[in-house]
């Protein structure tokens, strides 16, 4: 019976200690959890931040003026577009003819 | 001397018979007691995390969804926004504050904040309202007395102008009260994933561009302007002008409030005609041969019906030329044709007389006609009588470009062709004969300044009198222009409306001067960003380029 108590008390102690571990644990993770969402949340806010900052920068109110005054780029033309078909009459005589590959040449 | 009595514990009142049940009691009790606490030690123990740390901390409000357009570009956010106060008696030396804020929120007036925290008798004065969270901490990091931080969030728009009517805007609370925001404020409220409109923003400024130059070429009052995609119903870019801010929802003046594309409603003029011959077609009431004598006016009842700008040959003119030099009298013939039923039952499947019916923002309904005559068959034909939005016209000319199809305007991604509800109102033979003739009216006829290079661009245009307290007033016009491009693989509906435009060059006020070349301009722009690839001719033509205006065998 005595030999029994002792076992029963030692048990006791060693859940008392694995509980206070685990508590503890836990309040550590709590912690840490919320420093995390904390540092996601204050993340998603510097995010959105920039992307409106990003949104603002590049709208196009502003970007074609710019554009037009830095760069001399003007809205696209029908002009500037061509097909497939039409490349070799647009590029004329200065197309340069595509050299065909020597047989056995090591690739690059 | 006396002996300890070392038998005295085991000697018990001889009348004390419960001692020993009173013992094995409290023994149970105290092993009772023990177990249970043995037992949810292990369960502690063993066990993963209770309930309570699963919980966590109560969820926060939603944070309000983003809207963005087909691209994913940003047209609304929801930001953190800090409101900055201060109490006036935590504070040593007002003017010095006053300097450090100001060093870092320029818009502060020194002189004004250092009177306002000068003030010791007071104990709460605001500085300044929805500073960002960048702003917030460089305020913080000046480590000045006695200021304080209200956290909020603040509706922002970066576009500024961009779309603002069909945006709309929140209110302080952050609920939807205009446009989109209020239409799917509940969704939007909910917060999650961006909310993609089918909206193009590089077509969409383009279109507000082009209004903005309409105002700087002709006096008006108004303009309204849509670009659908006819194969979905898409709308891509949707405006009304003048334009407003929802960063500043307070700053819209009286003409700048009403949404014109949607909820405004317009007697449309000769943009009818392309409908009344397309119900004609489908009728069987018209051949691509009939000829029309449109030299004498029409008298019907006590209204005449003329041409103000008479045709060359009126003896002897095709349905092509009715369009193509919109002919009033030409456009009664056809609709006498049709007769007024089936006038009203085509223009009731082009969804022209009821309430656009769709996921967005409110439309209005339209203003149709009491009774369905022969008078007002005549005036309709010719886009007088009936009063619809910008946007229902816009896609009563889907069909047209789409093989016949009717479609109802589609506002979300997204837009999944397959999804889509599709109502054939008219015969692909019809559509593609219309769209022909549209393209002669741009080729050769009224609409001639609509022409796009390379975008075969096919449309027909209105001049309406406006209606006035003595009948309608000669001075005052609505001009529009509806159109289709490119003619020969139609994929936009484009719709251009003025209200009362003149140009200042002194031109005529019709739609011919004005609508006309503002579409034209629309579309030359805004097609690149549509993905729309300009027209070339055939190799054996010639030089390569994109086919113009005076190429008229396209079609």
């Given at each position: 019976?005595?030999?029994?108590?002792?076992?029963?008390?030692?048990?006791?102690?060693?859940?008392?200690?694995?509980?206070?571990?685990?508590?503890?644990?836990?309040?550590?993770?709590?912690?840490?959890?919320?420093?995390?969402?904390g540092?996601?949340?204050?993340?998603?806010?510097?995010?959105?931040?920039?992307?409106?900052?990003?949104?603002?920068?590049?709208?196009?109110?502003?970007?074609?003026?710019?554009?037009?005054?830095r760069?001399?780029?003007?809205?696209?033309?029908?002009?500037?577009?061509?097909?497939?078909?039409?490349?070799?009459?647009?590029?004329?005589?200065?197309?340069a003819?595509?050299?065909?590959?020597?047989?056995?040449?090591?690739?690059? | 001397?006396?002996?300890?009595?070392?038998?005295?514990?085991?000697?018990?009142?001889?009348?004390?018979r419960?001692?020993?049940?009173?013992?094995?009691?409290?023994?149970?009790?105290?092993?009772?007691?023990?177990?249970?606490?043995?037992?949810?030690?292990?369960?502690i123990?063993?066990?993963?995390?209770?309930?309570?740390?699963?919980?966590?901390?109560a969820?926060?409000?939603?944070r309000?969804?983003d809207?963005?357009?087909?691209?994913?570009?940003?047209?609304?956010?929801?930001?953190?926004?800090?409101?900055?106060?201060?109490?006036?008696?935590?504070?040593?030396?007002?003017?010095?504050v006053?300097?450090?804020l100001?060093?870092?929120?320029?818009?502060?007036?020194?002189?004004e904040?250092t009177?306002?925290?000068?003030?010791?008798?007071?104990?709460?004065?605001?500085?300044?309202?929805?500073?960002?969270?960048r702003?917030?901490?460089?305020?913080?990091?000046?480590?000045l007395?006695?200021?304080r931080?209200?956290?909020?969030?603040?509706?922002?728009?970066?576009?500024?102008r961009?779309?603002?009517?069909?945006?709309?805007?929140?209110?302080?609370?952050?609920?939807?009260?205009?446009?989109?925001?209020?239409?799917?404020?509940?969704?939007?409220s909910?917060?999650?994933?961006?909310?993609?409109?089918?909206l193009?923003?590089?077509?969409?400024?383009a279109?507000?561009?082009?209004?903005?130059?309409?105002?700087?070429?002709?006096?008006?009052?108004?303009?309204?302007?849509?670009?659908?995609?006819?194969s979905?119903?898409?709308?891509?870019?949707?405006a009304s002008?003048?334009?407003?801010?929802?960063?500043?929802?307070g700053?819209?003046t009286?003409?700048?409030k009403?949404n014109?594309?949607?909820?405004?409603?317009?007697?449309?003029?000769?943009?009818?005609?392309?409908?009344?011959?397309?119900?004609?077609?489908?009728?069987?009431e018209?051949?691509?041969?009939?000829?029309?004598?449109?030299?004498?006016?029409?008298?019907i009842?006590?209204?005449?019906?003329?041409?103000?700008?008479?045709?060359?040959?009126?003896?002897?003119?095709?349905?092509?030329?009715?369009?193509?030099?919109s002919?009033?009298?030409?456009?009664?013939?056809?609709?006498?044709?049709?007769?007024?039923?089936?006038?009203?039952?085509?223009?009731?499947?082009?969804?022209?007389?009821?309430?656009?019916d769709?996921?967005?923002?409110?439309?209005?309904?339209p203003?149709?006609?009491?009774?369905w005559?022969?008078?007002?068959a005549a005036t309709?034909?010719?886009?007088?009588?009936?009063?619809?939005?910008?946007?229902?016209f816009?896609m009563?000319?889907?069909?047209?470009?789409?093989?016949?199809?009717?479609?109802?305007?589609l506002?979300?991604?997204?837009?999944?062709?397959?999804?889509?509800?599709?109502?054939?109102?008219?015969?692909?033979?019809?559509?593609?004969?219309?769209?022909?003739?549209?393209?002669?009216t741009?080729?050769?006829?009224?609409?001639?300044?609509?022409?796009?290079?390379?975008?075969?661009?096919?449309?027909?245009?209105?001049?309406?009198e406006?209606p006035?307290?003595?009948?309608?007033?000669?001075?005052?016009?609505?001009?529009?222009?509806?159109?289709?491009?490119?003619?020969?693989?139609?994929?936009?509906?484009?719709l251009?409306v003025?209200?009362?435009a003149?140009?200042?060059?002194?031109?005529a006020?019709?739609?011919?001067?004005?609508?006309?070349?503002?579409?034209?301009?629309?579309?030359?722009?805004?097609?690149p960003m549509?993905?729309?690839?300009?027209v070339?001719?055939?190799p054996?033509?010639?030089?390569?380029?994109?086919?113009?205006?005076?190429?008229?065998?396209t079609?």
């Amino acid at each position: 019976m005595k030999h029994l108590a002792i076992i029963g008390g030692l048990v006791v102690v060693g859940l008392a200690v694995g509980v206070y571990r685990a508590k503890l644990g836990a309040q550590e993770n709590e912690a840490r959890i919320e420093t995390l969402q904390g540092e996601i949340e204050r993340a998603s806010e510097e995010i959105a931040v920039l992307k409106a900052e990003e949104a603002y920068l590049t709208r196009p109110e502003r970007i074609g003026p710019l554009a037009r005054e830095r760069l001399g780029l003007a809205p696209a033309s029908p002009d500037q577009f061509t097909a497939v078909e039409m490349l070799s009459r647009r590029v004329g005589a200065e197309a340069a003819p595509v050299q065909q590959p020597t047989p056995g040449a090591a690739e690059q | 001397m006396t002996e300890p009595d070392f038998h005295a514990r085991d000697r018990r009142p001889s009348g004390d018979r419960w001692g020993p049940w009173r013992a094995r009691l409290v023994a149970g009790t105290l092993a009772l007691v023990f177990a249970v606490i043995v037992g949810r030690s292990a369960q502690i123990s063993f066990s993963g995390p209770g309930g309570n740390a699963a919980a966590g901390p109560a969820p926060e409000a939603a944070r309000r969804a983003d809207i963005v357009d087909r691209n994913g570009d940003l047209l609304a956010t929801s930001l953190a926004a800090w409101s900055l106060s201060a109490d006036p008696g935590a504070i040593w030396d007002a003017e010095e504050v006053a300097r450090s804020l100001a060093g870092v929120l320029p818009e502060l007036d020194v002189p004004e904040l250092t009177a306002k925290l000068s003030a010791r008798d007071r104990r709460f004065v605001w500085i300044v309202r929805g500073i960002t969270p960048r702003q917030k901490q460089a305020v913080f990091a000046l480590g000045l007395e006695g200021l304080r931080f209200e956290e909020d969030m603040r509706r922002v728009y970066p576009g500024g102008r961009l779309a603002g009517h069909l945006l709309g805007f929140t209110d302080i609370d952050g609920k939807g009260v205009e446009g989109v925001e209020n239409a799917f404020d509940d969704r939007l409220s909910k917060g999650g994933a961006p909310f993609r409109l089918t909206l193009d923003a590089g077509a969409q400024f383009a279109l507000e561009a082009e209004l903005d130059h309409a105002f700087e070429t002709f006096t008006m009052k108004g303009g309204a302007g849509v670009i659908v995609d006819a194969s979905n119903g898409a709308i891509r870019a949707i405006a009304s002008w003048p334009a407003i801010d929802p960063n500043r929802p307070g700053d819209r003046t009286d003409a700048a409030k009403p949404n014109r594309a949607m909820n405004s409603l317009f007697e449309l003029g000769s943009i009818y005609k392309p409908l009344i011959v397309a119900a004609a077609l489908e009728a069987g009431e018209l051949g691509p041969d009939d000829i029309f004598d449109v030299s004498t006016p029409i008298r019907i009842g006590s209204a005449t019906v003329r041409d103000s700008h008479p045709l060359d040959h009126p003896g002897a003119v095709t349905a092509t030329d009715i369009l193509a030099y919109s002919s009033n009298i030409g456009a009664v013939q056809i609709a006498q044709r049709v007769g007024p039923g089936r006038q009203k039952a085509f223009l009731s499947d082009l969804g022209l007389l009821t309430r656009p019916d769709f996921e967005g923002p409110g439309s209005a309904a339209p203003l149709t006609p009491a009774e369905w005559d022969k008078l007002t068959a005549a005036t309709v034909s010719y886009g007088h009588g009936i009063s619809v939005t910008p946007l229902a016209f816009a896609m009563s000319f889907v069909p047209f470009a789409n093989g016949g199809y009717r479609l109802q305007p589609l506002l979300l991604e997204p837009g999944d062709d397959a999804g889509v509800k599709r109502k054939q109102v008219m015969t692909a033979a019809t559509a593609e004969a219309v769209v022909s003739m549209l393209r002669q009216t741009v080729l050769t006829g009224t609409g001639a300044n609509a022409e796009a290079r390379g975008y075969e661009v096919a449309g027909k245009t209105g001049t309406a009198e406006k209606p006035g307290p003595d009948g309608y007033d000669p001075d005052r016009n609505i001009t529009s222009f509806a159109a289709v491009f490119p003619a020969s693989r139609p994929q936009f509906v484009v719709l251009v409306v003025l209200d009362e435009a003149v140009p200042r060059t002194g031109d005529a006020r019709t739609a011919a001067y004005t609508a006309a070349s503002i579409a034209g301009r629309v579309i030359a722009r805004a097609a690149p960003m549509l993905d729309v690839e300009p027209v070339f001719d055939a190799p054996a033509s010639g030089q390569a380029g994109p086919r113009v205006a005076s190429d008229s065998r396209t079609l």
